[in-house]
Every structure is written in structure tokens, then in C-alpha cells.
């Protein structure tokens, strides 16, 4: 009696093993930062070779730049959504900013930036939060003309933005020697009270300019 063959695995296209490999990657970069994103672990973890990634990527290097990428598209996509969920815009610019500031932090995509900006990675495109800007200098323009007064500057609007990176891509970083600076503990609960207070303060920016 001759043996059934094992059914064969379906061979990934391209742009699908990208995605297999960029969503284990971002796995391993909120678990344990850039330095557990390693070709050969990413690889591991999807069942593949070294030589598979490095096909799709070219380098750690190359991984790590799309995975930056991956994570601006995603930040895109949730700030899109949080601004669509609020028509007023008040409300959704919070949401956008407490999901930037969760995929900067628990997702590790500040580290990230971080790591690539020193080692020479230059950022592609340009624009990605101009929603967020057109949101922030809606609201702003409509409480102009509710009081009487002239519209504000988009430029603020645009400033104010910036403000918001900024201080969210410092955050994983600096935070604890911050905290300790000031005489507070560098422990999660006085984290996270002041990533609280952060985002209350940036969205108060955003939203009065």
C-alpha cells in the first residue's frame, strides 16, 4: 500500500511573507525593543530560513526600516479611524493622541525611531499626521468664530502637532530620569500617572493652540 504524501504547505507570495515577517518582527519590538528584533529569532518565529528574511529585507537593517514603516501605516490607520469616530474632532483628537502614545510606547515604535535616527536613518515621505493637523486647526478655527475673533495660524496647529511627537517619542526614553529629577519615583503606577498628565497637557495644546 503505498503511503499518502503529507499535504504540501502553500507557498506565501511576497507581499503576504513581508507581512508575516513585519507582524513577528513588531511582536518581538514591543516585547523586548529594536535590540530583540534579530533576523535569525524573526525567522524562528515565522518558520523560515535567515536566508528568507534577508531576501525580503536585505539586512537587519532593512528589516528594521520597514518596520518602522509598518508602524507609521499602522499609526496612520488609528489616527484616520479616531478622528472618523468623532465629527467634532474634540474628542477624537484624544483618542488619536492616546493611540499614538500606546503604539509609541507599549508597541516600541519611539525606541524605534530612536534607534534608527542615530544610526543615520532617514525618514521617507512627508505628512503623515496632516489628519490630525486639519482636525486640531478645525476645532481651533471653529471656537475662533463662535468668540468673534480672526481664525488662528494653521502654522500653530501644525507646531502644536510636532509638540505632540516630540513629547511622546521622548517619553520611553527619558521618563524615569525625569521623574527621578523631580523627586518621583521611577516606578509603572507614577509612569503611567504621568503619561496621564502628558497627554491631558499635549491635547489641551491641540485643542486651544
Same mark, same amino acid.
Given at each position: 500500500?503505498?503511503?499518502?504524501?503529507?499535504?504540501?504547505?502553500?507557498?506565501?507570495?511576497?507581499?503576504?511573507?513581508?507581512?508575516?515577517? /513585519? +507582524? =513577528? !518582527?513588531?511582536? $518581538?519590538?514591543?516585547?523586548?525593543?529594536?535590540?530583540?528584533?534579530?533576523? &535569525?529569532?524573526? *525567522? @524562528? #518565529?515565522?518558520?523560515?530560513?535567515?536566508?528568507?528574511?534577508?531576501?525580503?529585507?536585505?539586512?537587519?537593517?532593512? /528589516? +528594521? =526600516? !520597514?518596520?518602522? $514603516?509598518?508602524?507609521?501605516?499602522?499609526?496612520?490607520?488609528?489616527?484616520? &479611524?479616531?478622528? *472618523? @469616530? #468623532?465629527?467634532?474632532?474634540?474628542?477624537?483628537?484624544?483618542?488619536?493622541?492616546?493611540?499614538?502614545?500606546?503604539?509609541?510606547?507599549?508597541?516600541?515604535?519611539?525606541?524605534?525611531?530612536?534607534?534608527?535616527?542615530?544610526?543615520?536613518?532617514?525618514?521617507?515621505?512627508?505628512?503623515?499626521?496632516?489628519?490630525?493637523?486639519?482636525?486640531?486647526?478645525?476645532?481651533?478655527?471653529?471656537?475662533?468664530?463662535?468668540?468673534?475673533?480672526?481664525?488662528?495660524?494653521?502654522?500653530?496647529?501644525?507646531?502644536?502637532?510636532?509638540?505632540?511627537?516630540?513629547?511622546?517619542?521622548?517619553?520611553?526614553?527619558?521618563?524615569?530620569?525625569?521623574?527621578?529629577?523631580?523627586?518621583?519615583?521611577?516606578?509603572?503606577?507614577?509612569?503611567?500617572?504621568?503619561?496621564?498628565?502628558?497627554?491631558?497637557?499635549?491635547?489641551?495644546?491641540?485643542?486651544?493652540?
Amino acid at each position: 500500500m503505498i503511503p499518502a504524501s503529507a499535504p504540501s504547505r502553500r507557498r506565501r507570495t511576497a507581499p503576504e511573507a513581508r507581512r508575516v515577517i /513585519l +507582524l =513577528a !518582527a513588531e511582536k $518581538r519590538l514591543a516585547d523586548g525593543g529594536p535590540e530583540a528584533v534579530r533576523v &535569525a529569532l524573526v *525567522a @524562528a #518565529d515565522v518558520g523560515i530560513t535567515d536566508a528568507a528574511v534577508h531576501h525580503h529585507f536585505g539586512s537587519r537593517e532593512g /528589516l +528594521l =526600516a !520597514a518596520l518602522l $514603516r509598518h508602524c507609521a501605516r499602522k499609526l496612520r490607520s488609528e489616527v484616520a &479611524a479616531s478622528l *472618523a @469616530a #468623532d465629527a467634532t474632532g474634540t474628542a477624537g483628537i484624544r483618542r488619536a493622541a492616546e493611540r499614538i502614545a500606546a503604539i509609541y510606547w507599549d508597541g516600541g515604535a519611539a525606541r524605534l525611531a530612536l534607534w534608527l535616527a542615530l544610526s543615520g536613518e532617514k525618514p521617507r515621505g512627508s505628512g503623515m499626521y496632516r489628519p490630525l493637523v486639519d482636525a486640531v486647526q478645525s476645532v481651533r478655527v471653529y471656537r475662533a468664530r463662535t468668540l468673534g475673533l480672526a481664525a488662528p495660524r494653521r502654522e500653530s496647529a501644525q507646531h502644536a502637532v510636532a509638540l505632540l511627537n516630540l513629547a511622546l517619542v521622548g517619553e520611553p526614553i527619558h521618563a524615569g530620569a525625569l521623574l527621578r529629577s523631580v523627586d518621583l519615583p521611577d516606578e509603572p503606577a507614577a509612569r503611567a500617572r504621568f503619561r496621564r498628565f502628558l497627554v491631558d497637557a499635549l491635547v489641551r495644546v491641540l485643542e486651544e493652540g
